[in-house]
């Protein structure tokens, strides 16, 4: 495959399958191990799967318990055919290995976090917050509007900043994205508000859910569908 942009419907149609998850541009597995030896076993059968096209491609996060595996294009900021590509040759080549990649299990499961700041000049913020986090500039952000901020090693949530029209001091101006796969969004919403929560708004669903705690600071449940 190339390096075009497949929709978000056919990144998850060919990934999904595989036991990998389509979340905020990024396809993500877990892989169970039973010990951090193990683990790195498991991250070089994987980096060997696809060989030299792991740079700019491949991540890894090694856990004792597991490793979780990222694909993208990092020079595109999205999912790519050559990921969609990468990602059975590795599935493939850890089965060999009797290891199965899987989209988490119980309440470990694939996400991301996105912090986003209501500003009126958002030229004037976005300095502070680039230095006083450290965070570089998002090559090509998807589903993010153009000047996001991110975690050079992209251990840290995504930073975004949403056009203000007017002053709004009557409720919060910096909320939480939550990031999930399609199939965890209900549970995770259902769990909020068991847990006190209100729903604010559900009328962009299932590209997003807005929730309130109990005292109203806002947090949005996210999905890629809807968005093609």
Avoid at 68 to 80: E, F, K
Wanted: aromatic share 4%; proline share 8%; with cysteine.
């Amino acid at each position: 495959m190339s390096d075009a942009m497949p929709t978000r419907g056919q990144i998850s149609q060919i990934a999904d399958p595989l036991g990998w998850r389509l979340i905020l541009g990024v396809l993500t597995t877990h892989v169970a191990v039973p010990s951090l030896p193990a683990a790195v076993q498991a991250a070089a059968t994987a980096v060997d799967a696809v060989s030299d096209d792991a740079d700019g491609h491949l991540r890894v996060d090694l856990h004792a318990d597991r490793i979780v595996l990222h694909l993208q294009t990092l020079a595109a900021g999205r999912v790519t055919d050559h990921d969609l590509a990468l990602a059975p040759r590795i599935t493939a080549g850890l089965a060999e290995r009797s290891l199965d990649t899987r989209p988490g299990e119980g309440s470990v499961t694939p996400q991301a976090i996105e912090i986003a700041i209501d500003a009126l000049d958002i030229p004037r913020i976005r300095p502070f917050w680039q230095a006083v986090t450290g965070y570089i500039d998002e090559a090509a952000p998807v589903d993010l509007p153009e000047g996001a901020l991110c975690d050079p090693l992209r251990r840290g949530p995504t930073i975004w900043f949403q056009q203000m029209d007017a002053p709004r001091p009557q409720r919060n101006r910096i909320h939480i994205d939550v990031d999930v796969a399609p199939e965890v969004a209900q549970p995770r919403i259902a769990a909020a508000l068991a847990s006190g929560g209100t729903l604010v708004s559900a009328d962009a669903a299932p590209a997003f859910w807005v929730l309130a705690d109990p005292e109203g600071n806002e947090v949005c449940v996210c999905t890629w569908q809807g968005r093609d």
